[in-house]
């Protein structure tokens, strides 16, 4: 990758420690991207902010850093391990809490805006088309390559940080036009957002940095979100093209065999012990569906849902948080399924949820078991 | 053959033909593989050569990278068949030795002895 005079500097040091390991960072990144050059982005999304994830390591780099480091770019965060609001609920311990707030006021002090979501294309306005981020929540990254007409790399939570304090990011061949090599071919019939889930877990395995997904017809915000978060967990690949692509590209299908095969890698469990909603986090149409399909029934067991604070307030005003307390739900904001610190094997051995991102680091990570739902066979289910 | 990072050591091989999803799957504290589906499940990556085709999923398994170095519980090396963003990164904050080469991926087996060299013209010899 070619540098200018000013980023040789960096590199070398000469502008100080955090501008140097920035660098050192793009670096990798382009050289693993076959990029010729560092352009400008616009906005950074960073990843790495639940101290379930990232650890006492994690804790003290951002704690070492935030001394000196400054974003460039507007910068976002994804969610951390609790809710401030209710976190005495739930056991936590006071070292997991302390430790939480040190990487919030780490972020703070370097500038970046404390969203705490991992939906940021659906709580800020989207730029124009063709504009360049740098994304590292992955399913924020195919989402905002697929449906945004932004472009990012399926960035790391290290090369979405460099791009932050640099305002910059290799111009690597997911940035330029990228053609897929693979299309999948969709011939499940009447999916829903399970479906759609397992869709995008299958072909983040298959493909590589994008596929073309032919047969999809019309899907809602719910659908079109499980299949990035989906896709984000299981591979590499940052894009999905509507449609058949390149008559030329070799072809895979997706049917009833092969969604088996996901299903049964990740549902272990007949039943649930509790219910969780929100990973990706719910957005304000799927609380307001929820709130809808909910009228006059209520949760036989715990149900958590998780969504972002601006959410929960919007909620709250329309009258949606009460309905949905009202029928049971424990609702959370900051926060997410997926690597939550507030759902233990200690005290649980099975979740149920609909979607495929939570169930493998549920499974993976909390190490508990998981029954897979739709949400409507959820509420046909588990309310009455 | 790619070196995206820089670094000499010497040490045997552990090959996965799976990808690895190093945020939720890899135990900070042990280096251990937790998921059940994956091949090397109950194995520790500590101290190996690790070789597998790329890292997968999460964003954040560049701080599980770090954290691993940072607790002693890191591969000496790590040798993929492509690149991805999650295992460069963590591997350049962290200063592990990574080569990208899908030749040399194919032809490593768990258990041969390597040194690794990336100043040298042929960075690999077994032992």
């Known amino acids: ?15 100080g420690e955090i501008m140097q390991m920035a660098y050192r960072i793009l670096v990798a990144t382009g050289e693993a991207t076959d990029a010729e050059k560092l352009i400008p982005i616009e906005w950074a999304h960073l990843s790495g902010v639940n101290y379930n994830t990232i650890g006492d390591a994690g804790e003290e780099f951002l704690s070492g850093i935030s001394k000196n480091a400054r974003v460039k770019v507007r910068t976002t965060l994804n969610p951390m391990g609790f809710d401030i609001d209710n976190v005495s609920k739930y056991g936590l311990d006071d070292n997991f809490i302390s430790k939480q707030l040190s990487i919030k006021n780490s972020y703070e002090k370097m500038g970046v805006i404390p969203s705490f979501s991992c939906i940021p294309y659906e709580i800020f306005d989207i730029p124009k088309e063709g504009t360049q981020v740098a994304f590292a929540e992955s399913n924020a990254a195919i989402h905002a390559n697929s449906y945004d007409n932004l472009k990012t790399n399926k960035e790391s939570a290290f090369s979405a940080l460099a791009s932050a304090i640099t305002g910059k990011s290799p111009y690597s061949s ?11 071919r969709m011939k499940v019939k009447n999916p829903n957002e399970l479906t759609y889930g397992m869709l995008g877990f299958f072909a983040g395995k298959v493909g590589d940095t994008s596929v073309n997904i032919s047969g999809l017809g019309e899907m809602d915000k719910r659908q079109c979100k499980a299949m990035c978060g989906g896709m984000g967990t299981s591979g590499t690949c940052a894009k999905f093209l509507f449609g058949d692509g390149d008559p030329r590209c070799e072809k895979v299908d997706f049917d009833q065999k092969e969604m088996q095969n996901v299903y049964d890698e990740l549902n272990t469990a007949e039943k649930g012990d509790l219910i969780t909603l929100g990973s990706p986090q719910l957005g304000l149409d799927e609380i307001s569906d929820l709130a809808g399909k909910l009228k006059g029934r209520s949760f036989k067991k715990r149900c958590m849902i998780f969504c972002p604070r601006t959410v929960k307030e919007q909620a709250r005003k329309i009258g949606y948080t009460n309905e949905l307390e009202r029928a049971g739900c424990e ?12 759902i233990s094997k200690d005290d649980v051995d099975s979740v149920t949820t609909n979607s495929i991102k939570g169930a493998f680091y549920l499974k993976n990570s909390n190490g508990v078991n998981v029954n897979l739902k739709s949400l409507s066979q959820i509420v046909e289910d588990e309310t009455r | 053959m790619k070196i995206l990072v820089q670094g000499k050591t010497q040490g045997t091989i552990l090959k996965s033909n799976t990808p690895i999803n190093f945020l939720g799957t890899v135990d900070k504290k042990t280096g251990i593989i937790s998921d059940k589906n994956h091949e090397l499940y109950n194995k520790s990556i500590k101290n190996s050569i690790l070789v597998f085709p790329s890292g997968v999923g999460s964003s954040v398994g560049a701080y599980t990278i770090y954290s ?12 993929c068949q492509k690149a991805d963003l999650t295992v460069a990164t963590g591997c350049a904050l962290a200063n592990i030795p990574l080569l990208v080469d899908d030749k040399l991926f194919s032809s490593l087996q768990t258990g041969q002895k390597i040194s690794l060299d990336t100043d040298t013209s042929n960075p690999l010899t077994l032992l």
Request: glycine residues 2%; charged residues 25%; proline residues 6%.
């Open chain 1, 1 to 15: 990758m070619e540098l200018t005079k000013q980023e040789e500097s960096a590199l070398k040091g000469e502008q």
């Open chain 1, 174 to 184: 997911i940035r330029k036009d990228d053609t897929p090599n693979l299309t999948i």
């Open chain 1, 331 to 342: 609702i959370l904001s900051d926060c997410c399924t997926c690597l939550t610190p507030l």
């Open chain 2, 68 to 79: 691993i170095k940072s607790n002693d519980t890191a591969p000496l090396a790590m040798i």
